[in-house]
C-alpha cells in the first residue's frame, strides 16, 4: 500500500512539473516581449553569443539553425557548417547537432530561418539592431543588450526559465563566481596587484583602428579577478567601449597591465598592432590573450574560460619578468 501511494505521488509530481514547464511562457526581453509555447525543441541562435548561453544550459544540441559574423563560404556546405568547423574553438565545446547556416547577424536569411519552422530565435542585440520585427513574426524571438553589468547573466536565468532549467542558470553562475574568486587569491597571493594594480582591454581591428572594452568583452572578468580600471573614455559606445588614439594609449602608465584582445577571424589586427610604435612600447607591459576560434565575446563558458587562462598567464608573466 505504502509503495502504491509513494509511486502515486511521484507520478503525480512528475506530472505536474511537466505540466508547469509545457505552459505557455512570457519572457519580457530588451527588445519586446515574446510567449514561448511550453519548451523549445527547434531554437534559431543568430550569434555565437546566443549560442553560449544555450550551451552553458545544456541544450545546445537543439540548435537547428546558427548565425555568424566570423563564418566564411568554404565554412559551409548544403547550406549546413561543415563538420570539421563544428568540431573546432568553441563550436566543438558547444556540441553542436548539425545546424544550418542562416547567414550573419547583421544580414540572415530570413526565408533560410523561416524553413527551419523553429519554436524560438534567440539573439544578442543592441540599440539599432534590425530585424526583431521580422523574426518575431516566425517564431518567439528574444534578445539581450550587450552592455551593462550582469547582461549575460540576465539572458542566462530568463533562458533556464524557458527550457525548465533554472537551476543550471544558477549552478553555472556560482561556477563563474567560484572560478574567480579562486583566481582573484592566486593573484593577491603571487603579488600582482603589487606591479600591475590597473589593467586596459585594447582590441585592435583589422585596419588600424583600436578600441577599450569598458562595460563588457573581457573587462568585468578582470575587473572580477581584482583589477581597477586603468583608462575611461569620455564617451563609451552601446555600452561596450570606444575607439581609442594612440595617444592615449601611448600614455598608459607602468603599472598598467595592457591586455591585448584581438576580434576574431578577419578582423584580428594584433600583428599590425604589436608592429606599430604604439604596440612596441606597451609589448613590454602587454599580454596578448586570443580568444579560441568561433568565441563569444561574453557569457558564462567564456568567462570561466577567460579567467583561468588569464590567470595562468599573468601569473606565467610576473614569474618571466623576477
Known amino acids: 500500500m505504502k509503495r502504491t501511494l509513494s509511486v502515486s505521488l511521484l507520478t503525480a509530481g512528475i506530472s505536474l512539473a511537466l505540466l508547469a514547464v509545457a505552459q505557455p511562457l512570457t519572457v519580457k526581453h ?7 509555447q511550453g519548451v523549445p525543441q527547434r531554437v534559431v541562435v543568430m550569434d555565437e553569443e546566443a549560442l553560449g548561453w544555450l550551451a552553458a544550459l545544456g541544450v545546445a544540441d537543439r540548435v537547428v539553425g546558427l548565425g555568424s559574423a566570423y563564418l566564411s563560404p568554404a565554412d559551409v556546405e548544403g547550406g549546413r557548417v561543415k563538420p570539421e568547423v563544428l568540431r573546432k574553438g568553441f563550436f566543438a565545446r558547444a556540441r553542436l547537432n548539425n545546424p544550418t547556416y542562416v547567414g550573419s547577424w547583421l544580414e540572415p536569411s530570413l526565408e533560410t530561418v523561416l524553413a527551419l519552422k523553429p519554436d524560438l530565435i534567440v539573439r544578442l542585440t543592441w540599440k539599432g539592431n534590425p530585424n526583431y520585427d521580422k523574426l518575431s513574426r516566425i517564431a518567439p524571438t528574444i534578445g539581450y543588450e ?7 547573466q540576465k539572458g542566462l536565468r530568463e533562458l533556464g526559465r524557458v527550457f525548465g532549467r533554472s537551476a543550471e542558470a544558477e549552478r553555472v553562475i556560482e561556477q563563474v563566481r567560484a572560478t574567480n574568486r579562486a583566481n582573484a587569491a ?14 586596459v582591454v585594447v582590441a585592435p581591428f583589422a585596419g588600424g583602428s583600436n578600441w577599450v572594452y569598458t ?6 572578468d578582470l575587473r572580477e ?19 581609442v588614439s594612440d595617444e592615449a ?13 584581438p576580434p576574431g577571424g578577419k578582423y584580428n589586427g594584433a600583428e599590425a598592432f604589436y ?3 604604439v604596440g612596441q612600447k ?10 579560441e576560434d568561433y568565441s563569444p565575446y561574453s557569457g558564462p563558458l567564456v568567462s570561466i574560460r577567460n579567467s583561468n587562462d588569464l590567470t595562468r598567464m599573468i601569473l606565467e608573466k610576473l614569474r618571466r619578468e623576477r
Not at 550587450?146 to 549575460?152: C, L, N, Q, T
Request: charged fraction near 25%; glycine fraction near 12%; proline fraction near 6%.
Open 186 to 199: 592566486r593573484l593577491r597571493a603571487a603579488g600582482v596587484f603589487e606591479k600591475y594594480p590597473k589593467v
Open 275 to 277: 608592429a606599430s610604435p
Open 146 to 152: 550587450e552592455g551593462g553589468e550582469g547582461f549575460w
Open 282 to 291: 606597451l609589448k613590454d607591459q602587454s599580454i596578448l590573450y586570443v580568444p
Open 249 to 261: 594609449l601611448v600614455s598608459l602608465d607602468r603599472q598598467t597591465l595592457v591586455v591585448v584582445f
Open 30 to 36: 530588451d527588445e519586446g516581449t515574446a510567449t514561448v
Open 215 to 220: 562595460g563588457v568583452r573581457l573587462i568585468p
Open 225 to 243: 579577478l581584482g583589477f581597477k580600471d586603468g583608462f575611461a573614455p569620455k564617451e563609451v559606445t552601446l555600452g561596450v567601449g570606444a575607439q
